[in-house]
């Protein structure tokens, strides 16, 4: 109730701040996403998307390299041997899924495999990500990629749940490499973002554009390397 103007538009802004950058909605999909964006322009408040690109150049934002990012899992498992492979996401995430696809599917062309060897799958059902997994493996599918690491813990639940084995039935690769910052009972192999330094680097940006307003949108594209463990072979 003593909250004045500003500091409830700061108040309104962090939250949505936290709703996009995908800490409480990692999930978070194209129309709310742009949604929220929408508001946080409105506000007149800084503010910076952390690992979203929502299509325009309209906003400040700091991202991992997605497409390089599923470039490296698809050429780690092809060294590996797996010559058919499969992204499994849970939902149609803005711009990453599209980007993390894409550096898939470049690193199967590049080995000279066919598309229809490069499958994407997506669904939230437990059920149906079960058949697609028991599908998968009929076809021969050895090598998977989550598109996060949350959503690659939940699928070695359902492997095992099918009967199969990981990694001698499917290797499986994540993404963000949460086993590198909280502990976790199961590490799997997974793409680091370099979360600490896209921390430091959104500030930065944060810091600029309260400094200089009239500055254009600023985007920070930062490298990923991928963590080996034990989830695949």
Request: charged share 25%; glycine share 8%; hydrophobic share 40%.
């Amino acid at each position: 109730a003593n909250l004045n103007k500003d500091e409830f538009q700061i108040g309104v802004a962090a939250k949505q701040f936290i709703d996009l950058a995908g800490i409480k909605s990692p999930g978070l999909s194209s129309a709310p996403a742009i949604a929220l964006a929408e508001q946080l322009r409105g506000s007149g408040v800084p503010y910076v998307v952390l690992n979203r690109f929502l299509g325009e150049d309209r906003d400040d934002c700091v991202l991992c390299d997605e497409e390089n990012g599923g470039y490296l899992v698809g050429r780690h498992l092809i060294e590996a041997g797996h010559r058919k492979l499969a992204m499994l996401s849970h939902r149609d995430v803005l711009f990453s899924t599209r980007q993390r696809f894409q550096g898939f599917l470049r690193a199967g062309r590049e080995a000279g495999l066919p598309d229809e060897n490069m499958i994407y799958g997506q669904s939230t059902d437990p059920e149906e990500i079960i058949r697609f997994l028991k599908r998968w493996k009929a076809e021969g599918v050895t090598g998977i990629f989550s598109f996060c690491d949350v959503e690659a813990w939940e699928e070695l639940s359902l492997i095992e749940r099918c009967g199969f084995r990981i990694p001698e039935d499917f290797s499986v690769v994540g993404f963000d490499n949460i086993s590198g910052y909280v502990a976790f009972p199961r590490p799997i192999c997974s793409v680091d973002c370099s979360f600490q330094e896209e921390a430091v680097q959104a500030i930065d940006l944060l810091r600029n554009r309260i400094h200089h307003p009239e500055l254009p949108p600023q985007h920070v594209i930062l490298p990923v390397s991928l963590i080996c463990r034990d989830s695949c072979r």
